[in-house]
């Protein structure tokens, strides 16, 4: 028997489906990749992730990790040093795209 948490879970994952259809459908979603893109590297994100990749790979050795690994231990990091200015602008960015959007 579904309880109201699933019903919740199930609109939650329907409206993501809904809102991630119209970023494509409009080109917003392309668009704010490549402003994330823009802002990791100005403020040196990419570089300090290049860097961590080459110190987990120089740790673990090249012969005992996979990219899977590789992504699996960057990850976590990785996102925390994404400054919370960039996160910002992101999210506002998406705020304002989904006020324009009357039909969602």
């Excluded at 403020?43 to 120089?58: A, F, T």
Aim: glycine share 6%; proline share 2%; hydrophobic share 35%.
């Amino acid at each position: 028997m579904a309880g109201i948490g699933d019903d919740r879970k199930i609109k939650d994952a329907q409206m993501r489906a809904t809102i991630n259809q119209k970023l494509v459908e409009t080109g917003e979603r392309e668009r704010l990749k490549e402003l994330l893109r823009t802002r990791l590297v100005e403020c040196g994100w990419r570089d300090q992730l290049k860097q961590y990749c080459k110190e987990v790979v120089k740790q673990k050795g090249l012969e005992h990790i996979t990219v899977d690994d590789l992504v699996a231990e960057i990850t976590p990091k990785g996102r925390s040093l994404v400054p919370d200015n960039v996160k910002r602008e992101l999210l506002q960015r998406i705020r304002t795209f989904l006020a324009q959007q009357s039909n969602i």
